[in-house]
């Protein structure tokens, strides 16, 4: 499912189709020297963007894509081979390949499938590991693909040169393949997989809390990503003919990083950008190194400049403009913004229907106990107030509660299910949703967006769209759709942090400190809000706060938490007369000076 | 942009005119990356031998040579659109990186385009039978190098050998083509080892060899630093007394400076610089031009190149590409820094006179410069 809107998406395609077409009239113009470097620059963008695929939507910077590059490389070179030549240079290789003998896109087409088959197993380990690990990985990736290749001899003539490959990689091939390459990477961005791997990205733990599978949504983006560098791959080798492990090693991993982190990772338009960038500022010194005349004066060949330019234009681009020259959006999402007014759609209420229990719950960090066997329960439609000082374990509660943390010890129940050590996405996806004590909004997406990745990500996707729409609705934020969440009030990203685990189809709703940081209309609204949610939707409600004043007016139930441990449960009244709470919240007086 | 561009073709185009009393010579080598090691000494020999020749009068006191230069930055991408540049620009020969990959990148367009292209020092001699009719090679190729050494290790009497070498690179591969040759003389070869590049520890190897008996008569490889050094500790550390055979790879200062174990190691290379001879010719000129004298023998073999091309333009009588082609194909001993060169009668593989060097006291010692037996060379080996 395309989570944008038809008339960006639209607009994107058109518009690569449109530079391509033109870009090839202008090479063919000025002659076959300008074709093949077009025809090199094509090649590039298509393995920029396949990385960008990956390491733009995931946030994870990746060395190692090139590897997949050589893979394809050399896999469909193989298969291209005239068969009397493979016989010639290759004498190890096993004869049912030997004999094959395809043309360019079967041949580009097995290879990138076989690619996408390392990269599923490769990624499968890669896609467990966070940040810099991750980075540093794909780095181990680059050297031993470098180091298969160059010990399988019998395949790939090692360290040799391996030629023979026919030069079927004209300039409208290269234009064709890289259109095709630049609409994968634009649809998978804002498809369902590229949305929720984008909120991923901004905030791990949150896409968590809304049912997004991180890893696994990492591992679909590496292997569609190394299969369109095994394409850019395929189409190097068959420009070049030759071809031996080192092209496809650092230099070329370093030129490919350059352009894309100039140009902005994280968007189709940044990879085209800085690939254009890069590719001018190269050709332009390269024409200026080897000498020139103005006049009188000889300019004397100077070589090297090329490379200094591109470390210069990465130094600027860091400097100036640390998310790359594009930003964070694509062209059309600025030029074409979606309309902001949805027409709102009312789904039935679903209602809570079972009893959440945390039974006997401990969780130690070290040799601290932050929550000590404590015992929860949250009947349908009830809203439960949790309080206590700072520190008392509140959060932790909640994070055990909703998958976050594992339970040292106890277990929780939701109607008959055992949720305990379950993950936050399936806890999210049984119906258990949550907003945060720091606001973890999806900042870089949009309103909607944010909504609609919790909506696509529980109940299996089902309403989506109707579902995002309800909850911005009932928050009251529809009109802020289109804003970038990053860009709200503070009061606003709370409300729309509601609308995101509202979106969820919660039976429980779990609310961190709702009202943080708003004056007492905001939370006066907040709290019509939340009676309404109750009382309509039949959700039933968790709600940590320090404003005292709210919790006592909305709670059916209050429980009061102080050093880790349960110290009082009951009614709103109950509770304000407690001595054990009292004692909690202003200390015990003169007994304790002694 | 495009202003740019057009503007900096219309400058390059100006500042080499190509016209009948100029022949320009385009270079698209590896000026910085990799194989700038190769590449830049190769151009100062290059450009040596232009002025040389200009100040003269040009070739054949009529043809000046002009050079149009392109930096490939050791990428065969690069090296192809550069090549192409070239031929648009209308050089009359182009010259190629010194390694197999980014030339073989190029010829799709000196095939098309007809001009003819010379390596700076590939020695594989596959690159110019893959290349087809229009591919030359400069450096003396590994199979002219292991047919020398072979045959003067027969005329010196040793009877058995043993190779190592190293499946990982053509030239590693070097000494394959010795067994070969040895063979045909009526050696015989007692074993073969192989290693792979940047091997830690050859003392497997060196056990083996140490305990065959008879040892060899001789051990030959054409490893190279960091290799050539560790394995030939080894091999003496082991045992072997065998006389050790390598390769231009350790034409470095490192191999005269390993003492005791370095001693009596021969090798073959491009050139030695005895008196009066037109080695040492030139390394007076290179350190009278450059202020140095040349880090490697590949400055003399870059001037070896351009003497080449004028001697194909003087039998060509034009500038012509296909006419040079066609001359440069049929020359025959042309007298370089390095010695004679010929490519009559070869693949576009030169033959040159190779020179056998021994280490004596930590110095080199020049054992003979044979021309190599045509009879005796072995066909490039493809795989």
Known sequence: ?594 | MKHLILTSAIVAAFAAPVGAETLTIGTATAQTGGLAYADVPTMQGMKLAIDEINAAGGIDGATKIALLEKDVRSDPAQTSIAAQELADAGVSVIVLPGDSDPALAAIGVVSSAKIPAISTVASSPTLPQIGGDYMFSNFPGDNVQAAVSAKWAWDEGYKTAWIVYSPDTQYTTMPLYFRDVFKKLGGEMLGESTNTIGQQDFSAIATTIAAQDPQPDLVMTSAYEPDFPSMLIALRAAGVTSQVIGSDGIDSPTTFSLGDVGEDVVFTTAGFAIKGSPLEAFDKAFEQKYGSAPESIYSAVGYDLIKVIEAAVIVAGSTDPTKIRDAMADLENVQGATGLITYKGTNGMPVRQVSLIRVKDGGRELVGQPSPDANLIPAPRMQ
Not at chain 1, 308 to 313: D, H, P, Q, R, Y
Request: glycine share 10%.
């Open chain 1, 1 to 594: 499912m395309l989570t944008s809107s038809r008339r960006q998406l639209l607009a994107s395609g058109g518009m690569i189709i449109m530079l391509s077409v033109i870009a090839v009239f202008v090479a063919t113009w000025f002659g076959p020297a300008t074709e093949r470097m077009l025809t090199v620059f094509f090649i590039s963008l298509t393995a920029v963007v396949g990385i960008g695929v990956y390491s733009g939507n995931s946030g994870i910077l990746s060395f190692g894509h090139v590897a997949f590059m050589g893979i394809g490389a050399y896999a469909s070179s193989l298969l291209t081979v005239p068969a009397a030549l493979k016989g010639a240079t290759l004498p190890g290789l096993p004869t049912w390949l030997a004999a094959v003998e395809l043309t360019l896109i079967p041949a580009t087409l097995i290879a990138m499938v076989f690619t996408a088959v390392v990269a599923l197993a490769v990624g499968a380990a890669i896609s467990k590991l966070e940040g810099s690990a991750a980075t540093i990985a794909t780095l181990g990736l680059l050297i031993i693909v470098h180091g298969v290749i160059i010990g399988w001899r019998d395949v790939t003539r090692g360290a040799q040169s391996f030629f023979g490959v026919p030069r079927v990689t004209d300039l409208v091939t290269a234009a064709a393949f890289c259109v095709v390459a630049l609409f994968l990477a634009r649809l998978y961005r804002d498809s369902s997989s590229g949305l929720r791997l984008r909120a991923g990205r901004e905030n791990a733990i949150a896409a968590g809390a809304v049912g997004v599978r991180i890893r696994w949504e990492r591992l679909i983006s590496f292997v569609l990503s190394a299969a369109i560098m095994a394409l850019a791959g395929a189409m190097m080798a068959h420009f070049l003919g030759a071809f031996s492990p080192k092209k496809f090693y650092f230099n070329d991993t370093f030129l490919l990083l350059a352009m894309l982190i100039v140009g902005g990772m994280s968007t189709v338009t940044g990879a085209i950008t800085g690939a254009v960038v890069i590719t001018l500022v190269t050709e332009v010194l390269r024409r200026l190194e080897s000498g020139f005349s103005i006049g009188v004066f000889d300019v004397p060949p100077i070589f090297g400049t090329a490379q200094i330019g591109i470390g210069l234009i990465i130094l600027l681009a860091m400097f100036r403009k640390v998310d790359g020259l594009a930003g964070l959006k694509e062209w059309e999402e600025r030029v074409l913004p979606r309309s902001t007014l949805l027409a709102p759609a009312a789904l039935p209420p679903v209602g809570a229907r079972d009893v959440l229990s945390g039974k006997g719950l401990t969780r130690q960090f070290g040799g601290l106990t932050a929550v000590d066997d404590v015992s929860i329960q949250i009947l349908p439609g009830q809203i439960v107030g949790l309080i206590g000082p700072n520190g008392s374990g509140k959060t932790t509660l909640l994070n055990m509660l909703s998958g976050i943390l594992t339970p040292t010890e106890g277990q929780i129940l939701h109607g008959g299910r055992d949720l305990t050590g379950l993950s936050s996405p399936d806890i999210a996806d049984q119906g258990i949703a949550r907003t945060f004590q720091n606001i973890r909004l999806f900042a870089n997406l949009t309103v909607y967006q944010n909504v609609l990745v919790a909506a696509l990500s529980t109940h299996r996707g089902k309403d989506a769209v109707a579902r995002a729409q309800t909850a911005l609705d009932w928050l009251d934020v529809m009109k802020h759709a289109a804003a970038d969440a990053g860009t709200l009030s503070y009061g606003d990203q709370r409300r729309v942090e509601i609308a995101r685990a509202l979106a969820c189809q919660p039976q429980v709703l779990f609310l961190d400190e709702p009202a943080a940081g708003m004056n007492r209309e905001e939370t006066d609204a907040l709290m019509e809000i939340l009676r309404r949610l109750s009382a309509d939707l039949g959700i039933s409600v968790l709600l940590v706060d320090h404003d005292l004043e709210l919790i006592n007016q909305l709670s059916d139930r209050i429980m009061v938490l102080n050093e880790g441990r349960m110290i009082a449960q009951g009614s709103p009244k109950e509770i304000r007369r407690n001595k054990a709470v009292i004692e909690a919240y202003l200390g015990t007086g003169r007994e304790n000076e002694n």
